[in-house]
């Protein structure tokens, strides 16, 4: 079992920048291919980066490409999204997910991911 605890949203202008950190205990976290999606009412929950288990492979979202970046420490079992030049779009709650993989095969569906933090709000003002 792993539990993954999402931290680091909040309420930011338009322009500014968050880090989201998501912290996992449990089994051996570097066996884990991890990602971040997010979701806002009435939608589904879409990818927004995803990161292989070794943190040599990455992927977005092409609506944040350049402007966030994903990132793990297999030290501290952390994963971590740093978000830059955030606009009101980006406005939704953030989950980390992480399942695990036998490769650097790295997963953008929902359902392909076993496990879930609780999400953080990220809230973009104008």
């Known amino acids: 079992q792993v539990q993954l605890v999402e931290s680091g949203g909040g309420l930011v202008q338009v322009g500014g920048s968050l880090r989201l950190s998501c912290a996992a205990s449990?089994?051996?976290?570097?066996?884990?291919?991890m990602s971040w999606f997010r979701q806002t009412p009435g939608k589904e929950r879409e990818l927004v980066a995803a990161?292989?288990?070794?943190?040599?492979?990455?992927r977005y979202a092409d609506s944040v490409k350049g402007r966030f970046t994903i990132s793990r420490d297999n030290i501290k079992n952390t994963m971590y999204l740093q978000m830059s030049s955030l606009k009101p779009e980006d406005t939704a709650v953030y989950y980390c997910?992480?399942?695990?993989?036998?490769?650097?095969?790295?997963?953008?569906?929902?359902?392909?991911?076993?496990?879930w933090g609780q999400g953080t709000q990220v809230t973009v003002s104008s």
């Open positions: 990161i292989s288990r070794s943190g040599g492979s990455t």
């Open positions: 449990g089994r051996s976290f570097t066996n884990y291919g």
């Open positions: 997910a992480s399942r695990e993989v036998y490769s650097s095969t790295i997963y953008t569906r929902p359902g392909m991911y076993d496990y």
